[in-house]
């Protein structure tokens, strides 16, 4: 007999009420979803205000500050205004697509969230594929904007669909790579498992290079900058979803926003040891707190980046992509493959759960990943004085210019 | 035999999913509507393979299939003039394939219905094996030597094939 009833013991309660066993668990699991599915959407409220007082203040401005306290009203106020707006549809434009497209566009985000594990008990689905369920939902990404470009009935839109599909479907070759190595160390794709498995020490201290790789590859999935080529807002107006208004522009907006954050949670869960805190075994809700500071610190750290660099031209996209990032992680799988096989072959495996006992391994695989950084740095040195000659060679500078100006200066 | 469950309602769904995506891929005249419903049929498949309690096929199915698709539609878009309004018969022999194509389904049908060939799974009520598989399973039998490594290697090889030949046809040669 449950005292209070929460959604922890919602199962039991129900039956204790009397309620049929079958009942009981469809009630407890359409509780689930409704909850899993509302969260996001009332979170994208307050991402949108923390994304424009963080891109303000690094733009040394104020920001929304009107609108209710510190302006945190200012994205309901937007929220409202983009829900009374009229609502286009293009002429000749397929209509059941047009529509559909906003719809897949926010359910693949939402969809991510039921495999996020929140704390030791709270999570959507555990499923024991979580890791792939991830990338096939993000999968379906690439239809969406593929719809939505050609439905419009306008080839600005359909162009701008192109290039975000070649963009997404390069970067994906990255970031599942890059998933492959924690799955690799901890032995399973369930994102339950793959927290526990960071018990007594996370994966970025393991899988520097891996977390990296993820950390890009994820900018450019979420279209946040340096890889905003698809919305680009001040060179082009945007890309796919041109023709896109009120509501329906707003659930592309919303799935974005919604997107990035949820990249920053998963970073966290798997290299961050998301839940993982002090006390999170005896207090379970603590994991919300853990989670919530690790994903900040990896959102908050993308904000700040998009607010500061500029935006990549295409083929330095596919370049960036194809010749460096691709190559990397293929040779990360490989090293790190190679190292976890020597680490057991030789007994520095793990054998029991505490810190010290996970201390070889990780040293073996950070020294790996070092010397994979090390290698790329030398390349990349390497490359950088081969153009700087190939560029001088071509447009000589005039070194005497130097003191000729000076002592100008001086008269 | 048939009792109303969640599952059997599922299987229903999927099966509509599955078939009506399939239907709706010959029969429609406009080739993103095509793809459209291709996605919706594969998307029927992966849902079977959840219900075969195989949720690793079921992920790759998605990730495979529907996240290829895309770019089907892309090819779609960029390699034909008219993707809406398909009204010319490209190809004349298309009576004597659709004869042909028939004539081989309804002999799938009798084998499967009939015990014609010997008696197959449907006929026999064999039951879903209660051994449930993992993906650690899987992956280890695609690389045992006593299992798939041989078919696993020579796909591998095939595909590595495939697409040096792809780079090798794409490529410039006045370069």
């Not at chain 1, 309660?13 to 009981?24: N, R």
């Not at chain 1, 153009?387 to 000589?396: C, G, K, N, T, Y």
């Not at chain 2, 079921?58 to 009204?87: D, E, H, N, P, W």
Request: aromatic letters at 10%; a negative charge; one cysteine or more.
């Amino acid at each position: 007999m449950n005292d209070v009833c929460s959604i922890n013991n919602l199962t039991q309660c129900l039956l204790d009420g009397g309620v049929s066993p079958d009942l009981a668990n469809l009630l407890t699991i359409l509780g689930g979803v409704v909850l899993v599915a509302t969260v996001p959407l009332v979170t994208v409220i307050f991402l949108i205000w923390i994304e424009r007082k963080i891109a303000a203040r690094v733009q040394d401005r104020l920001g929304p500050n009107r609108v209710g306290p510190f302006g945190l009203l200012q994205s309901v106020a937007d929220a409202v205004k983009m829900l009374t707006k009229e609502d286009i549809t293009p002429m000749g434009a397929d209509k059941f697509i047009y529509n559909l497209a906003p719809i897949i566009a926010f359910a693949t985000v939402v969809l991510i969230w039921a495999i996020i594990p929140f704390t030791p008990l709270h999570i959507g689905a555990d499923l024991s594929i979580g890791i792939l369920y991830f990338v096939a939902v993000a999968s379906i990404g690439t239809v969406k904007i593929m719809i939505a470009g050609w439905s419009s009935n306008n080839k600005y839109a359909l162009l701008g669909a192109f290039r975000t599909i070649a963009q997404l479907l390069s970067y994906e070759v990255p970031l599942v790579l890059s998933l492959l190595i924690p799955v690799m160390i901890a032995g399973t794709l369930g994102m339950q498992d793959m927290v526990r498995a960071q018990g007594s020490m996370w994966f970025v201290f393991m899988a520097p290079v891996a977390a990296v790789m993820f950390f890009i590859a994820n900018l450019a999935e979420t279209g946040r900058a340096p890889f905003d080529l698809l919305e680009a807002e001040s060179e082009i107006i945007a890309g796919y979803n041109i023709e896109y208004s009120g509501f329906k522009w707003g659930m592309f907006m919303a799935g974005e926003f919604m997107h990035a954050f949820t990249a920053a949670l998963l970073a966290a869960v798997i290299f961050l040891g998301g839940w993982w805190g002090p006390f999170v075994e005896q207090v379970p809700a603590l994991g919300f707190v853990y989670l919530g500071l690790k994903t900040a610190v990896v959102y908050i750290f993308g904000l700040i980046l998009r607010s500061t660099v500029p935006r990549v031209r295409i083929d330095q996209l596919m370049a960036l992509n194809w010749k460096w990032l691709v190559p990397i992680s293929v040779a990360n799988v490989l090293i790190t493959a190679l190292l976890l096989k020597v680490v057991d072959a030789i007994g520095l495996a793990p054998q029991s759960g505490d810190f010290f006992a996970h201390l070889p391994q990780t040293l073996v695989l950070l020294v790996g990943n070092l010397v994979l950084m090390f290698g790329v740095a030398t390349v990349l040195r390497n490359r950088g004085r081969a153009q700087r000659l190939v560029d001088e060679a071509a447009h000589p500078v005039e070194h005497e210019d130097a003191p000729v100006v000076a002592g100008a200066v001086g008269h | 035999m048939f009792e109303l469950n969640a599952q059997s309602i599922a299987f229903i769904v999927f099966a509509l999913f599955s078939l009506g995506g399939a239907l709706g891929v010959v029969t429609t005249r406009n080739l993103i509507h095509a793809t459209l419903y291709l996605i919706l049929s594969l998307f029927g498949a992966a849902g079977f393979f959840v219900l075969l309690s195989a949720p690793f096929m079921a992920a790759v199915q998605v990730l495979v299939y529907i996240g290829a698709i895309a770019i089907l539609i892309v090819f779609a878009v960029m390699l034909t003039r008219s993707m809406t309004r398909l009204s010319d018969i490209y190809n004349s022999q298309w009576l004597l394939s659709a004869i042909v194509a028939g004539l081989l389904f309804v002999l799938l049908l009798v084998g499967v219905i009939l015990p014609v060939w010997g008696v197959n799974g449907t006929q026999a009520g064999r039951e879903v094996s209660s051994i449930v598989t993992t993906t650690v399973d899987l992956g280890k039998a695609l690389v045992d030597q006593n299992q798939y490594v041989l078919p696993f290697e020579v796909a591998s090889l095939l595909l590595t094939a495939a697409m040096i030949g792809a780079i090798v046809v794409a490529r410039d040669d006045k370069e």
